[in-house]
């Protein structure tokens, strides 16, 4: 028994159908791992018999599941080459859709093109309608039960159809035998009629499928609407004519314009592996304005011819009436439409249409990066004031001097047992005011106290002083991690208001609109900046960007720059940086000719576009990506400490060397004196006493 449907069936499906659209000829696409590639050769000798024109190409493929794109645009440009409208594509569902995505950005998927895909698997949840929309492309499906309505694939609707197949057909062998004679289940499957998943469940005496249905489907919009049947009976019937009005814009459908633009970064680009896959047209461009005119391009149903203008300017009118530049072609008729973000201009609108606009522009204060200021020697003190350290100092003198008050008067201390014969006589300093001063110095810095009080009034004054020590540690701490972590920034600015006011100087592009502005301003701060740039207009006011820039990077100024500089300085100029908000903001939009009929289309798309949010999704995606520069300077390596951090630290470790050396040597040499002091005081004793010779011998050793 063989549920799948046989080469010869699918084969004649494809000839009744492309026959009854009238078809005489196509260009067929298929690979040969496709489950459709079985069918192909009866396919083609049908075709054939009929003198149909049919050229038959292999899809270029690196493997089972992944096309060569590079050759697969080659083919495809062929296809656009021969002017050939009908397509039929024998290929699994993986391939569809690269065939298809290809195909869009090729504009063959538009009303003049009709697409026949022969995978079953196609109308079942593979393709995505939704991303061909509003292209007007017409695409033909076959589906094996439609009426069914969800996207099982047709592997899954196979094996739910054989366990019915095995259900019914013991269900009515056990019903007229009583299930005692088993080998009965073949003859009684091949009379099993029923309405399943992949259509209607027939076989034949031989156990094919027989009398095989399925539904005939065409896109309208995102949804799929059937149009026909098929069956191996009846062959093709179509019961509704595909109607193509509501895809096709009535002024711009079918059109093709001829659009102009720039190569400016982010709008027109070329992509970085343009070389390394050999792209060629439009297809090596992408950006921000690439990604709207597509989308439009799908929309309103056009395609459009791409010519890239090297050193292009929007254009300036001349002494006799005509303009210069991309606006010059658009004043003269010569393009549809100028694919750049231009300012929108009052003086502009003799001469062009603006669209809504499709973006705000604005400028920048753009400087050299600054860089972390050089931590204080002495930056671990910086937690707590000078004052605060001044009182610390005084406290812990204070508690050193009570202490050894308390142990001289309290009978209960060191200094008064000692004198009682309690302790030892020499534990009787253990609270003098040197080893005072060292157990409160001790327990501030968490050594712990050498020598514990005694009494009970030397036990509330160290638990008081231990107490102060745990609040100030705490303290000191918490501040003290803040103070290491935080990054200090040399001098910068962040708005005219403080770049009027600093030391800096600042400059900007001779031509830019926002200097004929700051040198008129009479409010403050453009007023100053205006002034500034007059006063000094030779040095500040230059005429091209790099050399601003290279201002801006070596010397103490700021430069006053278009956004435009701002996508530079994320992918070239990493010594430098913008600063601040946006400011002097103008629309941006794309120019048409005066009175364009396309004008009142592409606005309406560019209102729809920003009320579903692809606009804000273009910004997002185009403005707002991080550039080399951002990567490099990442900020996840701010609260690292470098070396400068505990710099000082260090350098009071070597003072407290130094100071140690000093003190052993002033400790020995105090030793020396006391010990030759004590000899001779020894030895003068000795004389008077009477000592032998040898005794004095060794009292002078």
Same mark, same amino acid.
């Given at each position: ?15 009744? &159908? ?12 298929? @690979? ?31 493997? +089972? ?51 026949? =895909? ?17 292209? $007007? ?5 076959? *589906? ?27 269900? @009515? ?34 156990? =094919?499928?027989? %009398?095989?249905?399925?539904?005939? !489907? ?13 069956? %191996?009976?009846?062959? &093709? ?7 193509? %009005? ?5 002024? !711009? ?11 400016? *970064? ?32 799908? *929309? ?75 931590? $204080? ?26 202490? &050894? ?26 609270? @003098?005011?040197?080893?005072? #001063? ?41 501040? !003290? ?13 962040? +708005? ?12 900007? !592009? ?9 040198? &008129? ?16 207009? @030779? ?40 600063? $601040? ?79 140690? #050396? ?40």
């Amino acid at each position: 028994m063989n549920l799948y449907p046989e080469p010869i069936d699918l084969s004649k499906m494809v000839i009744d &159908t492309v026959q009854k659209y009238r078809w005489t000829s196509a260009f067929v696409l298929y @690979d040969k791992y496709a489950d459709s590639y079985r069918t192909l050769e009866q396919f083609l000798n049908w075709a054939a018999d009929r003198d149909w024109l049919l050229r038959v190409k292999e899809i270029p493929l690196l493997s +089972s599941s992944e096309v060569d794109r590079r050759e697969l645009g080659s083919l495809l440009r062929q296809i656009m080459m021969s002017r050939e409208v009908h397509v039929i594509l024998m290929t699994n569902s993986d391939i569809i859709v690269t065939v298809l995505e290809r195909a869009v950005h090729m504009q063959m998927l538009s009303y003049q093109y009709h697409w026949v =895909i022969t995978s079953l698997n196609g109308p079942l949840g593979t393709v995505p309608l939704e991303d061909y929309e509003f292209s $007007g492309a017409r695409m033909t499906f076959f *589906h094996p039960n439609f009426k069914l309505g969800d996207d099982t694939r047709l592997f899954e609707r196979f094996v739910i159809d054989a366990v019915l197949t095995v259900v019914n057909t013991a269900a @009515d062998m056990v019903e007229d035998t009583g299930g005692d004679d088993q080998c009965l289940l073949h003859a009684y499957a091949t009379k099993v009629e029923f309405e399943g998943y992949s259509g209607t469940v027939a076989f034949d005496k031989e156990g =094919i499928r027989d %009398s095989l249905q399925m539904d005939l !489907l065409e896109n309208k919009g995102r949804e799929l609407e059937k149009v026909g049947t098929w069956s %191996s009976l009846s062959g &093709t019937n179509l019961t509704s004519t595909f109607n193509t %009005s509501f895809l096709t814009n009535p002024v !711009l459908g079918g059109k093709k314009l001829k659009i102009i633009t720039k190569e400016r *970064h982010p709008y027109v680009q070329v992509k970085k592996n343009a070389d390394a896959f050999e792209l060629e047209g439009e297809e090596r461009y992408e950006g921000y304005l690439m990604d709207l005119i597509r989308k439009m391009a799908l *929309h309103l149903n056009f395609t459009y011819s791409l010519e890239i203008w090297e050193d292009a300017h929007v254009g300036e009118k001349q002494p006799d009436g005509s303009w210069d530049g991309m606006i010059g072609e658009l004043f003269n008729y010569r393009v549809d439409v100028v694919l750049d973000a231009v300012s929108t201009r009052s003086f502009r609108l003799e001469a062009v249409d603006f669209t809504e606009p499709i973006e705000m522009s604005g400028y920048y204060l753009i400087m050299k990066r600054p860089s972390k200021a050089i931590p $204080g020697i002495f930056q671990f003190l910086a937690p707590f004031s000078t004052a605060v350290w001044m009182v610390i100092g005084g406290a812990c003198l204070l508690v050193a001097i009570l202490s &050894t008050v308390i142990s001289y008067l309290d009978p209960y201390e060191w200094h008064q047992l000692a004198k009682r014969g309690e302790v030892k006589p020499e534990e009787g300093g253990n609270w @003098d005011f040197l080893n005072s #001063m060292w157990s409160a110095w001790g327990a501030f810095v968490g050594g712990g106290a050498e020598y514990l009080p005694c009494s009970y009034a030397g036990r509330v004054l160290s638990s008081t002083w231990w107490f102060v020590i745990l609040v100030v540690i705490a303290s000191y701490t918490a501040n !003290l991690a803040a103070f290491l972590t935080q990054t200090r920034l040399e001098e910068t600015v962040s +708005s005219l208001e403080e770049l009027a006011s600093s030391k800096f100087n600042y400059g900007a !592009l001779a031509r830019n609109t926002i200097v004929q502005f700051l040198q &008129t301003a009479t409010d403050e701060p453009y007023k100053t900046v205006g002034n500034h740039l007059k006063k000094n207009k @030779d040095e500040v006011l230059l005429s091209t960007r790099d050399e601003l820039l290279d201002k801006a990077e070596w010397e103490k100024f700021v430069f006053i720059a278009d956004a435009e500089n701002a996508f530079i300085v994320k992918e070239q100029r990493c010594n430098l940086i913008t600063v $601040g908000e946006k400011f002097f903001l103008s629309p941006l939009a794309m120019m048409l000719p005066r009175g364009s009929p396309y004008t009142k289309e592409f606005n309406r798309l560019i209102l729809e576009f920003r009320e579903n949010g692809f606009m804000d999704i273009l910004h997002n995606r185009w403005f707002r990506a991080r550039g080399k520069c951002d990567s490099r300077f990442s900020t996840t390596d701010q609260s690292v400490l470098g070396l400068e951090s505990f710099a000082g630290l260090f350098y009071f470790m070597l003072m407290g060397i130094a100071l140690t #050396m000093l003190v052993m040597a002033a400790e020995k040499v105090w030793f020396m004196r006391q010990d030759k002091e004590k000899k001779k005081s020894n030895l003068e004793l000795a004389d008077r006493g009477g000592a032998k010779d040898g005794e004095l011998d060794a009292l002078r050793a």
